[in-house]
């Protein structure tokens, strides 16, 4: 048979029920042929027996330490067929065609180098963690004293997750996410990959950054739509806000002007500093807040490591 066009790559971390569900909504919705190879990062589930004894067709690379989203996808990524490659998250399932249609986009839309499409939550909702804007000052601004978060409909206020945008339309964006991203293989190798010392979270948007800096322009479409869990492959809370954290202290460093970076760093200080001290307060008064008091508590705790970001 003729080698296909497309490789997709999924990376799982102890999702061996969610993973075996992605794959299986790949394959019944998707008409174009492609590869699958499936990095399993030294699960302890199961995994990498269970998704290779229902799945006979997938290509598993099963490692014996967790290397890392980023490492893994690029591990893969050296042993991926054809001239596109698609990364899929393990906790998500793809609608009817999705992946037909990011295909076909992608090949209309040379000039976008990297495309995602739109992606929902389980119950249908929107999910707009599918892209974003980048990181500026402005936007660590708004984030930090509370106006993203009064005013989520606003664009200029909450930047970064474009204002009230529904993900209903054709839109350049400067990020796309990595739980459904595509790219041309040779753009890809020319980027060199994602960068490895984003172990998880911040990966996606250094690469688009990079591709943005030789010219292209991502684009998402609404055509190509996948419901997303967001956070299921995650062990706990706290360690994706520290690591997601971390990400964003690591993309000011590569990609802000550096007379902004300490400024960048000191409003990351004091939003988690001013989360932690009103949560506390809350937590006072109303029980049901001593969970969020917890995780702020923590966050503030560990603030030495997440302010140094990933080197």
């Not at 706990?236 to 590569?254: E, F, G, H």
């Not at 508590?297 to 970001?309: D, K, P, Q």
Request: proline residues 4%.
């Amino acid at each position: 048979m003729p080698q296909p066009d497309l490789t997709v790559i999924v990376v799982s971390y102890n999702t061996c029920a969610l993973t075996l569900a992605c794959l299986r909504t790949l394959h019944a919705t998707t008409q174009t042929p492609f590869h699958t190879i499936v990095v399993d990062n030294a699960s302890q589930d199961g995994s990498a027996d269970a998704i290779s004894a229902a799945f006979a067709g997938v290509e598993m690379i099963a490692l014996s330490e967790n290397i890392g989203f980023a490492a893994a996808n690029n591990l893969a990524a050296t042993r991926a067929q054809g001239d596109w490659l698609l990364l899929l998250n393990p906790d998500t399932e793809c609608h009817g065609g999705a992946v037909d249609h990011l295909l076909a986009f992608s090949r209309a839309h040379p000039e976008a180098g990297i495309t995602g499409g739109r992606t929902v939550f389980p119950d249908g909702s929107l999910n707009i963690a599918s892209c974003w804007q980048r990181s500026t000052l402005w936007s660590t601004f708004c984030r930090a004293i509370g106006l993203a978060a009064a005013f989520p409909r606003s664009e200029r206020l909450n930047p970064e997750a474009m204002g009230g945008w529904q993900r209903d339309s054709e839109r350049e964006v400067d990020i796309v996410v990595g739980c459904f991203l595509m790219i041309r293989r040779g753009l890809w190798d020319r980027l060199g990959g994602f960068d490895p010392r984003y172990f998880m979270y911040g990966e996606e948007a250094d690469l688009c950054l990079r591709a943005r800096a030789l010219g292209f322009r991502p684009r998402i479409t609404p055509d190509a739509q996948i419901m997303h869990m967001v956070g299921a492959a995650a062990n706990a809370r706290i360690a994706k806000y520290v690591q997601s954290t971390r990400a964003r202290v690591t993309l000011m460093r590569d990609h802000w002007p550096a007379w902004q970076v300490p400024l960048g760093r000191t409003l990351l200080w004091l939003w988690a500093g001013g989360r932690a001290a009103s949560f506390a307060a809350l937590a006072r008064v109303d029980a049901r807040r001593h969970g969020q008091a917890v995780l702020w508590s923590e966050m503030w705790a560990r603030r030495r490591e997440w302010l140094g970001g990933y080197v």
